[in-house]
């Protein structure tokens, strides 16, 4: 799906992976998806001020809320959907990548391509539209770093935008994504970065978590351990080489439950 990216509040590129996706062929369709966004940024944040007033423990997971609200957004919006991001499987209009990695003047520097998430992640923190240029007007849905020398930005490397991770938590409900995580941004990102994609392994997750009151819960959020979890979790399902054709998609929910009590299990010897 072409898509523009803006360089800064008055200059934009046409980005995508489709052939001579600079050309001005495919600015129509650019300027088209860009005012899109302009809506699912606004969508998000109604419903964030709609978690706001719901959630009571609003203010210790503001980060995770946040990143709920715009990954909801960019989901209930059906832009993953659209005809421009899947392509027509041809090699002039392949599928448009999503993700990239990376701080953002690195992929520049390097020459590599710019994905949808990091383009309306730079965006958001712009305020930048066709149509308006409000510095402010989406700053709550970005990462305030007061050290950051570019604002909502900042990336290590290897890193992906935060949006990519938005969508990848919003796939679950809210409560099951609360369970799941403990409403800990630190933890979504630690199971996104290392490829805990399954949907139905974070469900058990949360089941497994639901069985225990909110006190005993909360030791499954440590940090620390969980890193170990993830480390165990990406040995019994590897993603690539040997065995990374057993997938969780592929197991009942009780062997994934058992599967998750014997981790925790040798946690707690």
Known sequence: MPFLYWLDSSRYIVASQWKDNRDEKYAKE?????????????????????????????????????????????????????????????????????VDSGNTDMIIDKGLNIAFYTAIGVKATLGKSLDFHEEVRWENLRPLRKDASKKG?????????????????????????????????????????????????????????EQFVPEERERFYKREIRREMYKRLNKIFPKTG???SKSPDNYSGKELLDTLKTIWEEFEK
Request: glycine share 6%; proline share 2%.
């Open 30 to 98: 650019a300027k088209a998806v860009d005012r899109n966004v302009d809506s699912i940024l606004d969508n998000s944040l109604d419903k964030l001020s709609e978690i706001r007033n719901s959630q009571k423990n609003y203010k210790s997971h503001k980060e995770f809320f946040r990143d709920y609200a715009v990954g909801t957004s960019i989901i209930q919006s059906k832009i993953l959907e659209h005809p421009f991001i899947i392509g027509d499987g041809s090699r002039d209009k392949p599928r448009e990548l999503l």
């Open 153 to 209: 930005t900042k990336r290590a490397g290897g890193k992906k935008d935060i949006y990519a991770r938005a969508v990848y938590l919003a796939e679950q409900e809210l409560e099951t994504a609360l369970l799941t995580f403990g409403g800990k941004v630190d933890l979504v990102a630690g199971a996104f970065e290392r490829s805990l994609e399954s949907l139905a392994l974070r469900n058990a997750i949360a089941k497994y978590h």
């Open 242 to 244: 040997a065995g990374s």
